[in-house]
Structures are given as C-alpha cells and as structure tokens.
C-alpha cells in the first residue's frame, strides 16, 4: 500500500500538517526534484517528501546549504523539470545569489522556493519579510493561510512558473507550516523525472549584454503574470460593508475569526490577497475606490500598506489607511484578538474590552537548556575550565545556542550560519584575547569551511571547537555528508571532517570524546598554549539520536552517593536537566540520565550504579 500522500485519490480529505500539504501540492504539480536546507518552521516539508522517495518518482537531496540548494534545484528546472526548494526565510540570504539571477534567465521546467518566515522568532534570530525578496527579486509570491490553500497554492505556484518560466515564491508563516486542517485531494499525474535542456547561452549565461536584455524582459512577464491573478481567483472579495480589509498570508485567517465574534461585521468587506505579488493593481483600485476607511492587515513589513498608500497618492483618493499602529505593530505575530482590536477601533474608535486569556500565576521560568546527556555540555564545561571567563565565545547558528545562558556562558556573539569561525577571527584581530569559536557539524558543512580557509590563509589566531554529534540535531536529525548512516542505509560517501580541516591547512588538530572529560581537557590545554588556527573535533552522538534513531541503551546511571557541597557545585555548573536540587539536596532522575557519566568524573560523591529494569 502505497503512502498515503502517494495515493491518486482525487476527492478523498485527509488531516494534514501544513508542510505535509505543502508536499502533496509539490506531488499534485508532478515534482520531479526536490532539494534543501532543514530550517524550522519549513522541515517537515523536506523531512516528508524524503520519507516517500522511496515509492515516490524524484529526486531528492538535502543540500549542504541553501545556496546549494538552490543552484541544484536551478539546474533541474533548466532541464526541464518541476523543482521545489525549500528552506527557512534566513536561508533565502544564503541563496540570494542565484536566485537574484535565476529570475533573470527563468526556469523553464517550473521553480518554487518556499521561505517559511518566522514572525516571533519562534526558532530563529530574525523575523525578516521575505515578501521583500520577492519583489526584489521579481518573483511572484502565493500566501496560503490554511492547510488546503497550502496544498492548492503550493501545485498552483508549479504550474504558473513552468508556464511562466519564472521562478515563484510560496511564502508561509510558522503557524501556517504548524497548522493541522482537512486537505482535499486533487488528481495525481505522473512524475516529470527527466526533460531537455534547450542550449540557448544568450539566455541562460548572463554575461552583461545577455543580462541588459534579460532584465526588461523578466518586467514584462511580471506585468503579463499581474494580469493573469487578477483574472483567476486567487485573490478573493467578501463581505458588503462600507470599511474595507486587506489582508494577506495567516492574517486572513485571523480577521475571519474576528469577524465571527464581532458585533460590526456587517460593517466590512474583505479582499483577501493570496498573491501578494505582483499586487492586482486594477483589483486593488476598484477595492479602495469610493471608500473612506481602509484596515490592511499584515504581519511584519508594511509591504501591502506602502503599495496602497502610494495608489491612493497617485489616484488622488480621499481615504483613510489604518496599518501599523499601536493595534497592529511592525514587530511580532498577530493573533485574532489583535485583529478584533484594531478592526474594532477602525469602525468603533475603541476597541473591546474583553480580556485576553491568561496563564496560571506563579508557574515556573523554563529558560531554554541544552538535553540531558547532550555532548556539547561536556564540551563546553571543559572549554570554560580552560578559557574560563577571560575568553569570547563565539556562537553559531545549532541547539548549542542554548549554551548561552550561565552556567556555561558560552555564547558571546553570533551573525548567523557558519559566521563563528570568520566572525571569531575579527574578533580575534581586534580585541588581542582568546577566541573560542562554535560550530556544529552540519554547519561546518553549511558554511562554516569557507571561514576556516579564510582564518587559515589570512593567519588569524583562534581556536575553532567543531560540535561533532553526528546529525543536524535541532531541526529533526536530518543526514550531512559527515553523518555515518542516511535514513535509507549507510553513508557510502562520508566526508571526513578532520580530513577537510586538513586539508584547508590547519596542522593542529585534535579529535576527543566530549565525554571523556581528561583527555578533553588535555587537549584544549594544548591547544591553548599554542597559536594560530588551531581545531578540536568534539565527537560524540547527540543524546536523542543516539536514543531514537541509533537505539543505543545505557546501562549505568549515576546517582549521588554521598550528599555535599561538592555535588551541589557539580549540579550548578553543569546544570544537568537530570539534577534536581531541593532544599540543598541533590538527587538525579533515572528517567532523564543518559549514563554520560560527565558528573561521576567531575564529583567523587556521584557514583554510577546499574540502571534498573524499570529504568
């Protein structure tokens, strides 16, 4: 029996997670390559596409970044055939490069990008508006707000590139990937695993002559695409009051579930902007005209709010355009009770009073901490046993993150993926002191060897620590070209790490297990009394992996055998989620404790016993 999103079952609904119908969308348009970089909230959409590869017809590959990402994605597109990139929106700087030029040359066998943003910050260290990227680029940009628009979008987006020949963004929000609603299906064509490449080199290299003509002619299409979302119905019209609403992505959501609740909603009419570019010129006119007062609704950048504020100047309309306020903000998510706000304030001049739910009081702070077992806590523990205060830490883009709060302390900046090596070693020139630079092994895949080279030919002195646990730990465990097995058997074709460090011509080199804590601090006492480039690979295999995926069992635990003040230090410098300190005793969760046995070497009055049967 075939998967279930397999199945050519036009007109049966399954529940499906959002990114779940983003991937039955790309198999409806009859996607014959897939690629990616995992980035929360898009991964599910990669993560389930790779789960049916297997049985599906395409190909399939998790990139090293997304610039790779989506230069393979191009190159198949080229070839003719129906390609889907996905990644996070702080990905789509990563792939800015091509993707910039690929809408000059187009994609003839049909290309959509999806940028899952993240308002909130949720899982990521910005919220930037990738709608900017779209238009920046030239690109249209489908918005779904619900998992059934998430599958019809995302087959629509396919089809209007491959017609088009131009590359198409599908922009989510996380509560768009994270929603679970009914999806219809539609029909399943067959796969188009191969095409044909056209030579054509006056079009698809971009030398500046080729790329002069490509650049009225990408604006040309865009204006023949306008026309064609104005007479489809992707953007839709509802509601018969007088106060127009204009919203786009999640946000229609939002302002439909308001409107429910609202004792005005006769009062509005809606245009609903599932494309959000290029905007319906003509249908956004004939919205705004002869009213006196106009809500957008949109999270994030004023980017529908600008385009209606400037159609309103040069057609001389009298309106009223309520946008970023104090009701709807610039910063954040929305949610239906700051929707319900200010379109109660657009129509009553004050908004409800009604309450918003609140959380029990006196329920305890969670701050973000690394797992119990995790390897990177030994790491770091004996890192700052080395370097101690004295030393800047530079952090990168992974679950060791979570390091920076006390008491390890082992962030102290961070750019973004694979920046801590380059960025350590500026900081490094500038400052005169110790620069211990983070990077976990999928980064140093992702980007992270480039700012090692840089280090090494500019001669910049810095110690780089390569977090090795063996997968890209925070988004799913997904496979790197380093990992030793894919999901589907084993890595024939690992790429060493120790050996491309090599390679890039750092000499010295040490390779430990985290968890043996002396030989650990060995060699970063070594490596301390030395100068220039030098790299410790920390390798050991992130707890959860090793659990769930590796099914690997540990047989001791540890537990206190002799209560104390040097088992309470213990307990609040490695800040192990397995302690618990009551009333100045410690004790350690069976349950939780991974059997790491870091505590046991750092404390005499910790001990390691059998785990028992219930354990």
């Known amino acids: 029996m075939p998967h279930p999103l397999l199945a050519d079952a036009p007109g049966t609904t399954h529940l499906l997670l959002g990114n779940e119908a983003i991937a039955r969308g790309a198999l409806e348009a009859g996607v014959g390559c897939v690629t990616c970089y995992p980035g929360t909230p898009s991964s599910e959409v990669p993560d389930t596409l790779f789960r049916v590869s297997p049985e599906g017809n395409f190909h399939f590959e998790y990139s090293v970044n997304e610039k790779v990402a989506l230069e393979v994605g191009g190159g198949a597109a080229l070839g003719g055939v129906p390609t889907l990139v996905t990644m996070k929106h702080v990905g789509v700087n990563v792939a800015a490069d091509p993707l910039m030029t690929l809408a000059y040359i187009g994609t003839p066998g049909g290309l959509v990008l999806l940028s899952a943003d993240d308002p909130g910050c949720h899982s990521s260290q910005n919220e930037q508006d990738n709608r900017a990227y779209a238009r920046l680029a030239g690109m249209p940009c489908f918005e779904p707000s619900t998992a ?57 290299v971009p030398i500046p002559a080729v790329a002069r003509d490509r650049h009225p002619k990408l604006l040309h299409q865009l204006a023949s695409i306008e026309e064609e979302i104005q007479n489809q119905e992707w953007n839709t019209v509802s509601g018969q009051g007088p106060v127009g609403i204009i919203a786009s992505s999640i946000c229609r959501a939002y302002v439909q579930d308001a409107l429910l609740d609202m004792p005005q909603a006769d009062q509005f009419s809606l245009l609903e902007l599932k494309v959000s570019y290029p905007l319906p010129q003509h249908q956004l006119l004939e919205f705004i005209q002869g009213r006196d007062k106009v809500v957008v609704v949109e999270e994030l950048e004023p980017f529908v709010e600008s385009a209606i504020r400037e159609m309103a100047q040069r057609h001389q309309l009298d309106l009223e355009i309520i946008g970023k306020s104090e009701f709807l903000p610039r910063c954040g998510e929305f949610s239906t009770r700051t929707v319900a706000h200010a379109l109660a304030q657009a129509v009553a001049g004050t908004p409800p009073s009604a309450p918003a739910c609140q959380g029990q009081e006196g329920l305890p702070n969670r701050p973000p901490n690394l797992c119990a077992g995790c390897s990177h806590r030994a790491t770091y523990y004996a890192v700052r046993q080395v370097f101690g205060d004295e030393a800047i830490y530079s952090s990168d883009i992974g679950c060791y993150t979570l390091g920076i709060l006390p008491p390890l302390k082992a962030a102290d900046f961070l750019f973004c993926m694979g920046s801590s090596v380059s960025g350590g070693s500026g900081m490094a020139a500038a400052t005169g002191r110790d620069v211990v630079a983070f990077i976990g092994d999928s980064t140093f895949f992702h980007s992270g060897i480039t700012g090692l080279v840089n280090a090494v030919y500019n001669d910049h002195d810095i110690l780089v620590v390569v977090l090795d646990n063996r997968t890209t730990a925070m988004t799913g465990h997904q496979p790197h070209p380093g990992v030793d097995q894919t999901a589907l058997g084993e890595n024939a074709n690992k790429v060493d790490i120790e050996q491309i460090v090599r390679g890039c011509g750092v000499s010295q080199i040490k390779t430990v297990k985290p968890f043996n804590h002396k030989a650990t601090l060995e060699a970063l006492q070594e490596l301390k009394a030395m100068s220039g480039v030098r790299v ?71 001990k390691a016993r059998k785990r028992s049967d219930n354990g």
Request: overall charge positive; hydrophobic content about 40%; glycine content about 4%.
């Open 148 to 204: 059934q628009e998430a599958k019809d979008m995302t087959r629509d987006a396919l089809l209007l590139s491959a017609k088009w020949q131009q590359p198409v963004m599908l922009r989510t929000t996380t509560r768009v990937n994270h929603l679970r609603g009914p999806v219809r299906f539609d029909a399943l064509p067959p796969a188009k695993r191969t095409g044909q490449f056209e030579k054509n080199p006056m079009r698809f």
């Open 536 to 606: 410790l690979i920390a390798k050991d295999p992130c707890a959860l992996f090793a659990k769930r995926v590796l099914k690997k069992k540990a047989p001791q635990v540890a537990y206190v055998a002799q209560q104390g003040q040097e088992v309470l230090q213990c307990a609040e410098q490695v800040a192990c989620p397995a302690f618990t300190i009551s009333e100045g005793q410690v004790t350690i969760s069976e349950d939780q404790c991974t059997g790491c046995m870091l505590c046991v070497q750092i404390c005499p009055d910790i």
